[in-house]
């Protein structure tokens, strides 16, 4: 009798816990399709991106637009109801491109203009600009093997994107840009020009960050259009002593100071238990930073907002961090997780959306195996979007500092075929961002930031 009351037992909370999960399930299914049915109908994202993008525009780091949108981002999330927010202040760089951008190639007397930009952290040429023979190559290794042939000389980087990759080609062509001076400068030349880093065929130059070294003469490093480094390359085919010339007028100033801006939702239950959302207020000087990134900030507001609007109640905070200076220090993201403000604050989750407002197909993820898995099961509430893909290695420059410390990060993955057709140039503009990708983007930062709230890791 009593083996038979036992079993009787095990059965009932088997039934009970079965029947909980079950109307757990369904509770969550019906109050994510509120969330995306709610964001939908508002569109609210990308009205709060052509606010951004209209009335202040880039917002390169140190520039009087950053600290216009630093004070406008906070009074919007303060509108959008946020429990709490503030700003938190630190140094940044600040570059400047200046007025003059100019290039041409002569070639047996003919002058044939270029489309040309500075790559952010060039030195200027000297007024009247540099000339010179250019040499182009596609790798380090060429450079290096020029020797003395490249003394007083440009370099010209013209390795393409490899359209065969599967996984973008960004990544395996960046360094021409990054460190493309340090480079040639070593070998004498007296400047540098990359193609631009797209795959794109068309005259608008992109920027973006390029380093030096104290030990290694700084030569200014520019960015020409991809059908001007066409045209480029298929003359130094053809003739012979073909010179460059170009004129850059940017400069470095002194550090200001900025601020990230910070707003959150406090945890009704746990509430030093941080889940943060973000992207980076940051951009460069080029178009409106509409893809890069304001969408992942204004994405990161609308997490908030749609938990507001839809009356929920976390059980731990949910916090958007809008980073400054991504694009060239990585400051905000830096001193945000060293910040003394962290020191009785526990983050077990950390999502960045730093890959263009197109539409999502899931979530890069970086953490150990048990919290990938746990963060994996919560895949089959996002199939409803399309945005079921989880997959491990991924999160974002701004939480980096987060995962050093042992904070699992997560990067959203929407799709990403034309995000480098707009990336850090004049493309890159308000009317490229389609509402509703967007918004879906928001719409899957907050059913999963809202599940971490509810279900831990």
């Known amino acids: 009798m009593k083996n038979i009351n036992t079993k009787l037992i095990t059965i009932f909370i088997f039934i009970f816990v079965a029947t909980n999960i079950i109307f757990a399930q369904k509770n969550y299914d019906s109050l994510f399709l509120k969330i995306a049915e709610e964001g939908l109908d508002k569109i609210n994202t990308h009205r709060l991106l052509s606010e951004l993008c209209t009335t202040i525009g880039n917002r390169v780091t140190g520039s009087e637009s950053a600290s216009k949108a630093v004070e406008w981002t906070k009074s919007q999330m303060e509108k959008e109801g946020a429990d709490f927010?503030?700003?938190e202040k630190m140094m940044v760089p600040h570059w400047v491109r200046g007025k003059i951008e100019k290039a041409e190639m002569n070639v047996n007397g003919k002058k044939i203009k270029l489309d040309i930009c500075a790559l952010g952290g060039s030195i200027a040429t000297p007024k009247n600009g540099i000339e010179a023979e250019v040499i182009e190559v596609k790798?380090?290794?060429?450079v290096r093997a020029l020797g003395e042939k490249a003394k007083g000389k440009i370099i010209f980087y013209n390795r393409p994107f490899d359209r065969k990759r599967l996984d973008g080609a960004y990544g395996n062509a960046v360094n021409q840009r990054s460190i493309g001076a340090i480079e040639a400068a070593k070998v004498s030349a007296i400047g540098s020009v990359i193609r631009s880093m797209t795959y794109a065929l068309d005259d608008?130059?992109?920027?973006?960050?390029?380093?030096?070294?104290?030990?290694?003469?700084k030569i200014p490093h520019g960015a020409l259009s991809t059908i001007s480094a066409n045209l480029l390359s298929e003359t130094l085919k053809k003739e012979k002593n073909v010179k460059l010339k170009f004129i850059l007028s940017s400069e470095t100033l002194p550090d200001v100071e900025s601020a990230n801006v910070i707003g959150e939702i406090r945890g009704s239950e746990f509430p030093n238990e941080i889940i943060?959302?973000?992207?980076?207020?940051?951009?460069w000087d080029k178009g409106q930073g509409a893809h890069d990134d304001g969408s992942g900030c204004m994405q990161s507001i609308e997490v908030l907002s749609l938990i507001k609007r839809l009356g929920l109640k976390p059980k731990r905070t949910i916090r958007a961090v809008m980073f400054m200076n991504e694009e060239n220090g990585l400051r905000g993201g830096l001193d945000y997780a060293s910040n003394k403000n962290r020191a009785n604050e526990k983050h077990i989750a950390a999502i960045e959306s730093d890959?263009?407002?197109?539409?999502?197909?899931?979530f890069g993820i970086t953490t150990d195996s048990l919290k990938f898995e746990k963060l994996k099961s919560f895949a089959k509430h996002l199939e409803f979007i399309g945005c079921e893909k989880f997959q491990k290695g991924g999160g974002g420059a701004d939480i980096s500092p987060l995962q050093k410390q042992g904070v699992p990060v997560l990067g959203l993955n929407p799709d990403g075929e034309r995000y480098f057709d707009y990336h850090h140039s004049d493309n890159d503009t308000i009317d490229k961002v389609n509402p509703r990708e967007l918004e879906f983007g928001a719409i899957a930062m907050t059913i999963l930031s809202y599940l971490i709230s509810e279900e831990g890791l």
């Open 85 to 87: 927010v503030w700003t």
């Open 139 to 142: 790798n380090f290794d060429e």
């Open 204 to 217: 608008k130059p992109h920027t973006g960050a390029m380093h030096y070294e104290d030990s290694v003469t």
């Open 276 to 283: 943060v959302v973000g992207g980076h207020l940051d951009s």
């Open 355 to 362: 890959a263009g407002g197109f539409m999502p197909h899931g």
